[in-house]
């Protein structure tokens, strides 16, 4: 058995709208002079620490978790989950 940190990456799916990320662009970024940053997308990530047999295991062991305590919507999240070896 190893031991494997799993990264849940959440964001908003492309076409909802991000009003956290649109903020810290207009009212940080741009007004700090950096006008070639042209859009800022904001999310969260949450790390698992997973004892499993393998990276495999250990991504669907999280991913199953996620779903079953609804850590994200689906219809507007959109997640990518990927282990590391710890």
Request: aromatic fraction near 4%.
């Given at each position: 058995?190893?031991?494997?940190?799993?990264?849940?990456?959440?964001?908003?799916?492309p076409?909802?709208?991000?009003?956290?990320?649109?903020?810290?662009?207009?009212?940080?970024?741009?007004?700090?002079?950096?006008?070639?940053?042209?859009?800022?997308?904001?999310?969260?990530?949450?790390?698992?620490?997973?004892?499993?047999s393998?990276?495999?295991?250990?991504?669907?062991?999280?991913?199953?978790?996620?779903?079953?305590?609804?850590?994200?919507?689906?219809?507007?999240?959109?997640?990518?989950?990927?282990?590391?070896?710890?």
């Amino acid at each position: 058995m190893s031991t494997y940190v799993v990264h849940v990456i959440i964001e908003n799916k492309p076409n909802i709208s991000d009003p956290e990320g649109d903020t810290i662009l207009n009212d940080l970024v741009l007004k700090g002079n950096n006008s070639s940053v042209k859009k800022i997308r904001a999310g969260k990530i949450l790390k698992f620490t997973v004892e499993a047999s393998d990276k495999k295991k250990a991504e669907k062991i999280v991913e199953k978790i996620c779903q079953e305590l609804r850590i994200f919507n689906p219809l507007v999240s959109k997640v990518v989950i990927e282990a590391k070896t710890n």
